[in-house]
């Protein structure tokens, strides 16, 4: 069973960058194109972005598109979220997941952006 740990969010004006973890335990963290998701407060968990298995393709919603950066390093199980200029609308509890969803969820990691 594959276990997910995000970590790096914190409180952080609006314009300013901060880089999100995500380390994966298990064996078939390779094997998988991984995605980062979101939740704000009173809404729906909301797909960011999704990187394939070996980092080679990259997809972003359009709200966040040319400001995060997803990328993987295998070796680590870990996948990261760059984020920078970061608006209010940002503020969510991120977590980050297989891009099917398969694992059970991480407690996630806060970010909060402050106007």
């Known amino acids: 069973q594959v276990q997910l740990v995000e970590s790096g969010g914190g409180l952080v004006q609006a314009g300013g960058s901060l880089r999100l973890s995500c380390a994966a335990s298990?064996?078939?963290?390779?094997?998988?194109?991984m995605a980062w998701f979101r939740q704000a407060p009173g809404k729906e968990r909301e797909w960011v972005t999704t990187i394939s298995k070996n980092g080679d393709v990259i997809y972003y919603a359009d709200s966040v598109q040319g400001r995060f950066a997803i990328s993987r390093d295998n070796d680590k199980n870990t996948v990261y979220l760059q984020m920078n200029s970061l608006k209010p609308e940002d503020t969510a509890v991120y977590y980050c997941n297989a891009d099917s969803g398969q694992y059970a969820w991480g407690q996630g990691t806060l970010v909060t952006v402050s106007s």
């Open positions: 298990g064996r078939t963290f390779s094997n998988y194109a």
